[in-house]
C-alpha cells in the first residue's frame, strides 16, 4: 500500500506495526466490558462459575476440548468470576496474534504482508465478534493464525516444521475444527513435499507428525471418549445445498451485501493477478492458504454426509477466518507489487479495509452493549425473591440456558408443579407462544402482563402468575 510505505518512511516499519496492533488490541478490548451474553456464552460462563472438580467432570461430558473451560476456571481463580474477565480472556489470543503473528510475518515476507495482516485481523468480518466472545473461537484464531504463520516459512524458507507441530497440538486441545483447519495445512505441506519430490522434507515431516499425534494422544482419548457419549444427542442444524453455500459466502458476511461482494471480489481479483499477472513465477502461499477454510468446510460436510447426522455449522469456520486473511495478505501484497505499487488498488484496499471496520465494529459495538440486558437486570434485581420460580415456554430452551447464568437461584418449574411455589411465580413466553397463556387459564391462574424484555438475540415478554 502506497499510504503504508508513505508512513513506514517516516516511521520504522516495527514502529508502525507496533502501532497498528495496539490499535487493534484497543478495539477489541473496548468491546469487553459488558455481561451481555448469548446462549452458549451463558453455557460456558456457567459452567466455569463452578468449582474446579464440576468444571473437570462438565468438560468431560461436553463435546468440546478442555482448554478454555480448565483456562477460563483458573483465570477466575485468580481474578474472581464474571463477563468481563472472560470476555477479555478472550481477547488475549487477538492481541497475541497481532504483537506476535505480525513481527514474525514480518521477518517473513517484509512490511506490507505483515501490516496488512494486522488490519485484517481487526477489520475483516467476525473476528472482532468472536474475539471477545465467552467461547473457544478467538484462542482457535490465535493458533490457526500461528500455525498458518509457520507454514508460509516452512515453504518459503524451509523452516523447522516443530513450531508448526505445536500449533497444531494447542489447535487440538482448544476445538474439533480448529485441529482439521491446521490438518488440512499439513495435507498441503505433504503435498507440496511430494510433488517436488523433496525426501529430506518429507522425513522432517512424518518424524513431526509422529510428535503430533503423541502430544496429542491425551486429547484425542478424551475427544473421543466425548463424542461416543454425545453421539446420540449431538446435532447441530441439517445442512442443505443452501446452507452449503451460504457457508461458503461466510467469510465475507459483514450485513452489508454490497460490501460483502466487493470484499468476495477483491480476493478473487488477487488471486486472478497471482495466476496470470505474475506468469507463474511467485510461490502460491496465498492460494494455498485461501483454499483451508474451503477444505475444512469440504471436511465438515463430508463427515456429516458419512455419519448421517449435521456435524458442522458455519461458526466453526472461525478459526480458519485467521488462515484465509493471511493468505489475502500475501496475495494483496503481490497484486500491489504486480503492477508496480498501483496507487489505485492500494486505494480501493484501503477503502475496503475502512468500510469493513467501521461498519464490523459498530456492529459488534451494539451487540455488547445492547441496553436491553441493563433494563432487564435492573428489574429482576428490583423484583426477584428468593423463593420464586418461573415457567418458561418449551421451545425456548435459550432463555432457561440464560437465566441459569443470570439467576442461578431462579428455580424453573412446570404446570403441574406450579402449586408448590412459595414466592412468586413468573411466566416466560416468547411472542408465538399464545398456549402458555391458555395454560395459565386451564390451570387457574391469571396473568399479570409485567412488560416485554430484550438481551442479546432474545426477546420475550413476563407474566406474573396470580390465584384469582
Known amino acids: 500500500m502506497n499510504v503504508a510505505e508513505g508512513i513506514r518512511k517516516r516511521l520504522s516499519a516495527e514502529t508502525v506495526l507496533l502501532i497498528t496492533a495496539v490499535i487493534g488490541s484497543t478495539l477489541y478490548i473496548s468491546l ?6 448469548w446462549v452458549d456464552e451463558a453455557f460456558t460462563a456457567s459452567l466455569i462459575r463452578g468449582n474446579i472438580n464440576n468444571v473437570i ?3 468431560v461430558s461436553d463435546t468440546l476440548p478442555p482448554f478454555y473451560n480448565i483456562a477460563g476456571k483458573l483465570l477466575t481463580l ?5 463477563p468481563v474477565v472472560l470476555k477479555l480472556f478472550s481477547c488475549l489470543p487477538m492481541v497475541l496474534l497481532l504483537f506476535f503473528g505480525g513481527r514474525k510475518l514480518y521477518s517473513i515476507f517484509g ?3 505483515a501490516f496488512l495482516y494486522e488490519l485484517f485481523l481487526f477489520s475483516m468480518p467476525h473476528f472482532l465478534h468472536y474475539g471477545v466472545e465467552i467461547r ?19 515453504l518459503k524458507n524451509r523452516a523447522s516444521l516443530k513450531g508448526f507441530m505445536l500449533f497444531s497440538v494447542f489447535a487440538g486441545y482448544i476445538h474439533h475444527f480448529a485441529l482439521v483447519s491446521c490438518g488440512m495445512m499439513w495435507f498441503l505441506l505433504l503435498v507440496t513435499a511430494i510433488c517436488s519430490n523433496d525426501r529430506d522434507r518429507l522425513g522432517e515431516f512424518f518424524k513431526n507428525l509422529g510428535l503430533f499425534i503423541l502430544l496429542y494422544l491425551p486429547g484425542l482419548l478424551l475427544s473421543s471418549y466425548q463424542i461416543k457419549n454425545a453421539g446420540s444427542w449431538f446435532s447441530m442444524a441439517p445442512l442443505t445445498p443452501g446452507s452449503f453455500f451460504s457457508d461458503l459466502r461466510f467469510p465475507f458476511v459483514t450485513n452489508v451485501t454490497v460490501l460483502s461482494a466487493l470484499l468476495l471480489f477483491y480476493l478473487c481479483f488477487t488471486a486472478f493477478v497471482l495466476i496470470f499477472k505474475t506468469g507463474g513465477k511467485s510461490h502460491p502461499y496465498g492460494l494455498l492458504l485461501l483454499s483451508v477454510p474451503y477444505l475444512t468446510l469440504l471436511f465438515g460436510y463430508g463427515v456429516s454426509f458419512i455419519s448421517g447426522k449435521s456435524l458442522f455449522t458455519a461458526r466453526y469456520l472461525v478459526p480458519s477466518l485467521a488462515v484465509l486473511w493471511l493468505g489475502a495478505a500475501i496475495l494483496s501484497d503481490l497484486a500491489i507489487a504486480a503492477f508496480n505499487d498501483n496507487r489505485y488498488i492500494s486505494g480501493v484496499l484501503a477503502a475496503l479495509i475502512a468500510a469493513t471496520l467501521v461498519i464490523c465494529y459498530f456492529q459488534a459495538f451494539r451487540e455488547e452493549y445492547d441496553p436491553g440486558v441493563t433494563y432487564m437486570k435492573a428489574f429482576f434485581d428490583e423484583n426477584l425473591g428468593g423463593d420464586d420460580a418461573c415457567i418458561m415456554s418449551e421451545d425456548k430452551p435459550e432463555l432457561q440456558i440464560c437465566f441459569r447464568y443470570y439467576y442461578p437461584g431462579l428455580k424453573k418449574t412446570n404446570w403441574k408443579n406450579a402449586g408448590e411455589t412459595k414466592g412468586t411465580l413468573w411466566l416466560f413466553v416468547n411472542g408465538e407462544n399464545g398456549k402458555a397463556l391458555e395454560n395459565a387459564d386451564k390451570y387457574g391462574y391469571n396473568p399479570k402482563y409485567t412488560g416485554d424484555f430484550a438481551f442479546d438475540r432474545y426477546s420475550f415478554s413476563l407474566y406474573k402468575l396470580e390465584k384469582p
Not at 469487553?32 to 451474553?37: G, H, I, V
Open 136 to 154: 473457544m473461537y478467538s484462542w482457535g484464531v490465535f493458533a490457526c493464525g500461528m500455525a498458518a504463520i509457520d507454514f508460509t516459512d516452512i
Open 57 to 59: 467432570h462438565d468438560t
Open 32 to 37: 469487553a466490558f459488558n455481561d451481555n451474553l
Open 111 to 113: 512490511f506490507r504482508p
Open 78 to 82: 485468580i481474578f474472581g468470576f464474571s
